[in-house]
C-alpha cells in the first residue's frame, strides 16, 4: 500500500468489506507500506464524483471524498479517521536501506516478524500489499519490486490460528485460474472476493467461519462487480 494509493475505489471495497468481517473481533491491519512513486494518486478516484456510490457504504465514502478534497489521503489519515473497525495497524516501511544487497533477506524477515508483533493479540488481519501474492519460486526477498508483494510463507503465518484476509492484484492472466491457484494454496476452504471495478483485485479471506461466509455472501449482493468463490457452495 502507498499514500498516493489512498481513496482509491479499491480502497472503498477493501474498507468496507474489512469492517464487515471485523465486527465482533479484534482485527488489525498489515499495509505492506511502500514508498510512494511518480504521480499524485492511482487515479480510480472519479467514483468520488458519483454519489451512486456513495450507497454502498456512506460513512466510508464521505471520508475518502473528504480526504482527497483536502489533500490528505495518506494512510495514517486512514486510521485516525476512524473509520476502520481495527484495534491494531501495523505500517512499517518497506524500503530497503544502503545496506548490502546480501542483507536484504534477513531485514525482510525482521520487518515480517515485526509486523507479526504489533498483531499478535488480533484473532482478524488483513494484509494489504500493493501487487498482491507472489509464488514461492518466484519471490526474492532481495529484489526491490517484491516489496510490493506478500509471499505465500508470509500469508500462511499470519493467518496461522486466525482469520486472515489477504489482497491480490490480478494480472493478465485468466481471473478464474489465478483465483482457484490461490485458493488451493492458501487452503481449500479459503473464500475469495472478488471486485472488479476499475480494475480486477480479489481478496482471499483463511480460515473464514460461518458467519464471516454469510457476511462475505451478503457483502457481495450489495455491491456491483462482485463476486465470491466459495468451495462450500
Same mark, same amino acid.
Given at each position: 500500500? @502507498?499514500?498516493?494509493?489512498?481513496?482509491?475505489?479499491g480502497? !472503498?471495497?477493501?474498507?468496507?468489506?474489512?469492517?464487515t468481517?471485523?465486527?465482533?473481533?479484534? $482485527?488489525?491491519?498489515?499495509? !505492506?507500506?511502500?514508498? +510512494?512513486?511518480?504521480?499524485?494518486?492511482?487515479?480510480h478516484?472519479?467514483?468520488l464524483?458519483?454519489?451512486?456510490? $456513495? #450507497?454502498?457504504?456512506?460513512?466510508? *465514502?464521505d471520508?475518502? @471524498?473528504?480526504? &482527497?478534497? +483536502?489533500?490528505?489521503?495518506?494512510?495514517?489519515?486512514?486510521?485516525q479517521?476512524g473509520?476502520?473497525n481495527?484495534?491494531?495497524?501495523?505500517?512499517?516501511?518497506?524500503e530497503?536501506?544502503?545496506?548490502?544487497?546480501?542483507? &536484504?533477506?534477513?531485514?525482510?524477515? #525482521?520487518?515480517?516478524?515485526?509486523t507479526?508483533?504489533?498483531?499478535a493479540?488480533?484473532?482478524?488481519v488483513?494484509?494489504?500489499?500493493?501487487?498482491?501474492?507472489?509464488?514461492? +519460486?518466484? *519471490?526474492?526477498?532481495?529484489r526491490?519490486?517484491n516489496l510490493?508483494?506478500i509471499?505465500? $510463507?508470509?500469508?500462511r503465518?499470519?493467518?496461522? =490460528? &486466525?482469520?486472515?484476509?489477504i489482497?491480490?492484484?490480478? =494480472?493478465?492472466?485468466?481471473?478464474l485460474? %489465478?483465483?482457484e491457484k490461490? @485458493?488451493?494454496?492458501? =487452503?481449500?476452504?479459503?473464500?475469495a472476493?472478488?471486485f472488479? $471495478?476499475?480494475?480486477? &483485485?480479489s481478496? *482471499?479471506?483463511?480460515?473464514?467461519?460461518q458467519q464471516?461466509?454469510d457476511?462475505?455472501? %451478503?457483502w457481495?449482493?450489495r455491491?456491483p462487480? #462482485?463476486?465470491? *468463490? +466459495?468451495a462450500?457452495f
Amino acid at each position: 500500500m @502507498r499514500d498516493q494509493f489512498v481513496g482509491d475505489i479499491g480502497d !472503498y471495497a477493501k474498507y468496507s468489506l474489512f469492517n464487515t468481517l471485523a465486527r465482533g473481533r479484534k $482485527a488489525g491491519i498489515a499495509w !505492506y507500506r511502500t514508498p +510512494d512513486q511518480g504521480g499524485t494518486h492511482g487515479g480510480h478516484d472519479s467514483y468520488l464524483n458519483d454519489p451512486n456510490w $456513495a #450507497t454502498y457504504d456512506g460513512k466510508i *465514502f464521505d471520508c475518502l @471524498r473528504k480526504l &482527497r478534497a +483536502d489533500g490528505g489521503s495518506k494512510i495514517t489519515a486512514i486510521e485516525q479517521a476512524g473509520i476502520l473497525n481495527a484495534q491494531a495497524f501495523s505500517g512499517r516501511l518497506l524500503e530497503f536501506d544502503a545496506g548490502p544487497v546480501a542483507g &536484504r533477506p534477513a531485514w525482510r524477515e #525482521t520487518w515480517f516478524q515485526g509486523t507479526m508483533s504489533d498483531l499478535a493479540d488480533c484473532d482478524f488481519v488483513f494484509a494489504d500489499p500493493d501487487n498482491g501474492l507472489c509464488p514461492a +519460486d518466484r *519471490f526474492s526477498p532481495s529484489r526491490k519490486e517484491n516489496l510490493r508483494h506478500i509471499p505465500l $510463507a508470509e500469508a500462511r503465518c499470519l493467518a496461522a =490460528g &486466525r482469520t486472515a484476509m489477504i489482497y491480490h492484484h490480478h =494480472g493478465r492472466v485468466s481471473r478464474l485460474g %489465478e483465483i482457484e491457484k490461490w @485458493r488451493t494454496a492458501l =487452503g481449500p476452504e479459503t473464500v475469495a472476493v472478488y471486485f472488479g $471495478a476499475w480494475g480486477s &483485485r480479489s481478496f *482471499f479471506v483463511v480460515n473464514a467461519d460461518q458467519q464471516m461466509r454469510d457476511a462475505m455472501t %451478503e457483502w457481495a449482493r450489495r455491491w456491483p462487480k #462482485t463476486e465470491v *468463490f +466459495d468451495a462450500r457452495f
